[in-house]
């Protein structure tokens, strides 16, 4: 019996996209955070492409607003360095304000000003023409609502305002942290959409967190999961999914072993079925003619994959997940959100 079918898909150290370091907007290096001892942040490698959507996903607790609080300077680090949109940022030499757009723990207004009111105020702040606020509230489709104060406002509509607020100064680099948080469905796809839409459009570079896997899978290019503070995996999500196995179901498990055995092929047995990596189609065709040749019977032959969402979970859940289905190339892929 070989073991190594068992192991699970990805290694838990962090892969990187094939940007070299002209193309990536940040760079950390080994940074950490600690809070009485404890690391919210412990020796995270980013490595965040050049435009498009990177998506930071990972449960409560893990990291993700920490890691962007690090990113704006609104905090520092324990240790380790950042590179942010090719400046080596610290505490002595900060990006200028509006450099990146944010929006981190539910943004703040005045309530009793409009939302005009409150971009105009902003903006003068960064020194910005007040023409801009018209672009950024139609970016967000939020016109029409000029007269309304912001106390007035709807989850929603505060979560786009606070939006155009992050794009007013039209920076190169959007910070976003939960940015779906509390919104119903129709305003989670709303937002996603503009997210999806400011990068496509505009060519931001957003990294947006969550913790929720099929929200990050609709928009994000590449991801990074973070768990306990450590990145887990970085890349394109298609990278975290195995190449599966192929379970025969045969009447002589025993003798398709001992011709996969004969061919050095790994297989494991599990009571009628024999299971192999993935083989090439000719080698499934060549190994189901000899058991039929040799009067053996193949009910079966099935591909199974894990699914995204077990891939997701093995990395930041420690007791995985083994009650899950697995998928199989008779059923399409189902990924779901995990909430
Ligand atoms: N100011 C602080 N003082 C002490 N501990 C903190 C502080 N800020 C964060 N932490 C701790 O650091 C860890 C990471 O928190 P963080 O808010 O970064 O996680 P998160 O992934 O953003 O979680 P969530 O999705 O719940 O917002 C948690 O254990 C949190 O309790």
């Not at 680090?77 to 990146?100: C, F, N």
């Not at 929006?103 to 020194?127: H, K, Q």
């Not at 090439?280 to 039929?292: C, D, K, T």
């Not at 199989?328 to 779901?336: K, M, Q, S």
């Amino acid at each position: 019996m070989n073991t190594a079918l068992n192991e699970a898909a990805p290694a838990a150290a962090p892969t990187h996209p094939t940007a070299n370091k002209h193309d990536l907007v940040v760079t950390t290096i080994g940074l950490t955070k600690t809070y009485n001892g404890a690391a919210a942040v412990d020796h995270v490698d980013l490595r965040v492409p050049r435009g498009g959507v990177y998506g930071f996903l990972g449960p409560n607790g893990a990291g993700k607003s920490t890691t962007m609080k690090l990113l704006l300077g609104l905090t520092r680090p324990s240790s380790g360095s950042m590179q942010v949109l090719g400046h080596p940022v610290s505490a002595r030499s900060p990006l200028p304000a509006g450099a990146i757009g944010s929006l981190i723990e539910g943004p703040s207004f005045y309530p009793r000003l409009t939302g005009p009111e409150n971009l105009a105020m902003v903006a003068d702040y960064l020194g910005l023409s007040r023409g801009r606020v018209q672009h950024a509230l139609s970016t967000v489709s939020l016109t029409g609502q000029d007269k309304k104060l912001v106390k007035d406002y709807s989850l929603g509509m505060k979560q786009r305002l606070g939006l155009a607020m992050a794009l007013l100064a039209q920076p190169p680099l959007m910070l976003l942290d939960e940015p779906t948080n509390g919104l119903d469905p129709a305003g989670v796809a709303e937002i996603r959409q503009l997210i999806v839409d400011l990068a496509r459009q505009e060519g931001t570079t957003i990294i947006v967190s969550s913790h929720i896997l099929s929200e990050i899978e609709q928009m994000a290019d590449v991801v990074g999961i973070i768990c306990d503070g450590r990145l887990r995996y970085q890349g394109p999500l298609s990278g975290l999914q195995d190449d599966g196995v192929i379970d025969f179901t045969v009447s002589d498990p025993a003798g398709a072993a001992a011709l996969l055995g004969e061919q050095h092929i790994q297989h494991e047995l599990r009571g009628r079925t024999v299971r192999t990596p993935m083989l090439p189609e000719e080698a499934v065709g060549a190994l189901v003619s000899r058991i039929v040749h040799g009067g053996g019977t193949v009910f079966r032959v099935q591909t199974v994959r894990k699914t995204l969402e077990q891939a997701f979970l093995e990395l930041t859940d420690p007791l995985g997940s083994p009650s899950l289905p697995t998928s199989t190339t008779a059923a399409p892929f189902t990924v779901r959100g995990v909430n």
